[in-house]
């Protein structure tokens, strides 16, 4: 046997025992395959006769040209049920009998033949080759005992035939439902795929790509705990972008955008891994620098006004710098408050200045600052 037929009984789970149990079921025994044989000389003179009656009955026939539209394909039946009703009195219903007949409940699924319309056609099959053995047998003593031989092996050929008929159905109904599956797991990871961008935007400023102020503050509470846990220090810049309200008046509103992109588009580039900037106010930012002095915030302070008058030298801006104290662990907004505070005194010094917590508030809290990187 062909690697082919194995593969198919392998995957019915069909062997020697499984072949001699079905036998055993249905009472199929050596000697009704010996009644079968006997009766082979006769069935090869009527063969001829028996498959064109079949076929050519007017309900099979009418199915027959229903399911297989190719007129190749029909001719090619003629053979095919010849072989079968020959096989049917061969005496070999070994493993290669069974899986001729799994090969017949597959092409069956695949032309679309429902088993209702196999079981008619079988019922038919049965009842010609009842009768040529009713005229062959007659009277004679094995004629019962052969009539239930050949209806015994009919049922073993239909339980192959429904098996595979059976299975092809399942096997079908398992790859729709692992497609299904495949197709449910995309979706679920592009609906958390959507929901993580649809969270990212709704905490972002959508004209500068800044985070909002509320997930700031959330952020200014985190980090103020951890600085405490850890000890290093925690520094938080403020500052307002000068005469935007100018800006508008003088140009239009989309200048007074445009300006806030700018300014925008500069602390995200300036942010480090850690950092965090965000869109305050209307014309206000903030940048939370962890692990970070007030030397560093304010040297930073100085790069982005350098930046900014290289990009943009109709843009000023305003910055206060401040470091946190043991007092704002417990209370975040003291630390934007006193940064707001630093902030509006660079204000007061001309505008496009930066001024520390530490001078616009001597009595502040500090501690030693290092060098940021």
Known sequence: MNSISKNLLGQRHIHDFEISRRKSLLGFSERDAALLVACRPFVQTQLSDL??????????????????????????????????????????????????RLRIGLAHRRLGMSPAHYLCAMHRLKSLLLEALEMHLGGLPDREATRQALDKLLHFDMAFVLDTY???????????????????YKLEDMVAERSRELKELSSR?????????????????????????SGKPLTLVRMEVNGSGRIDDA?????????????GALLARRCRTGDMACRYGSNEFCMLLPATGEAEGLSLARRLQNELAAQA????????????????????????????????????LGGDQVASAAVSDPDRYRTDCGERS
């Open 251 to 263: 140009l239009d509103h989309l200048a007074g955008d445009e300006a806030l992109r700018i300014v």
């Open 166 to 184: 059976i299975g092809s159905l399942l096997a079908e109904v398992e790859s729709s439902r692992d497609k299904v599956f495949e197709h449910a």
């Open 51 to 100: 498959v064109v009656a079949f076929l050519g009955n007017p309900i099979v026939a009418s199915e027959v040209a229903l399911l297989i539209r190719d007129e190749g394909m029909r001719e090619r039946l003629l053979p095919a049920v010849t072989d079968y009703v020959s096989a049917l009195f061969s005496g070999a219903y070994d493993e290669s009998y069974a899986n001729d």
């Open 313 to 348: 030298g109709w843009l000023r801006l305003g910055i206060g710098v401040a470091q946190s104290s043991a007092e704002d662990r417990q209370f975040p907004e003291r630390l934007i408050n006193t940064a707001g505070h630093a902030m509006r005194h660079a204000k007061s």
């Open 205 to 229: 400023d959508p004209l500068t790509g800044l985070f909002h102020q509320q997930v700031f503050a959330e952020a200014l509470s985190r980090e103020l705990r951890r600085s405490m846990r």
